[in-house]
């Protein structure tokens, strides 16, 4: 009983550091993580539905581009936001939240573009109940 209860705890224990960002994202807000890993999974899902619920309009997107002002839009433009600059399904797997030093109310996720370059930038805000997604940027255009 006592060795089925300590491997209980050592799961939970590793469970929820591994669901932490960690590095230099770790920080005062344990909502990050929970956050982090229902958005990720709703992209590795192409749950358009969840994504939105997750999302606060309108989505800024890379310079020249319209912004993507409802639900409607962000299902019709899903690929151009989740596929066409970067593969974010496959970065989320590994990528983790990097907090903004000077805005602890702003993190960001930087995925490589097709030449491997971390130049693609999607943005997350908290709101005053949770954290959405608010904005992509492709930092070479």
């Known amino acids: 009983m006592k060795k089925t209860f300590a491997v ?3 799961l939970m224990i590793s469970a929820t550091v591994l669901a932490e960002p ?3 994202s770790r920080g005062r ?3 990050i993580g929970a956050f982090w890993q229902k958005f990720k999974a709703a992209v590795a899902m192409k749950d358009k539905e969840a994504i939105a619920n997750l999302s606060k309009f309108p989505i800024e ?3 020249g581009v319209a912004s993507i002002k409802n639900k409607s839009q962000l299902v019709s433009r899903y690929h151009e936001v ?3 600059q970067a593969n974010a399904a496959r970065c989320f797997e590994k990528a ?3 907090i903004d030093g000077e805005n602890p109310g702003l993190f960001t996720v930087a995925c490589p573009d097709a030449a491997g370059n971390e130049v ?3 943005h997350f805000e908290k709101t005053n109940n949770d954290w959405i997604f608010s904005g ?3 930092i070479n255009e």
């Open 8 to 10: 209980c705890l050592s």
């Open 120 to 122: 693609v930038i999607y």
């Open 61 to 63: 997107m890379s310079y």
């Open 82 to 84: 989740f596929d066409e």
């Open 22 to 24: 960690s590095g230099k």
């Open 29 to 31: 807000d344990g909502s």
């Open 96 to 98: 983790q939240p990097e």
């Open 136 to 138: 992509l940027d492709n």
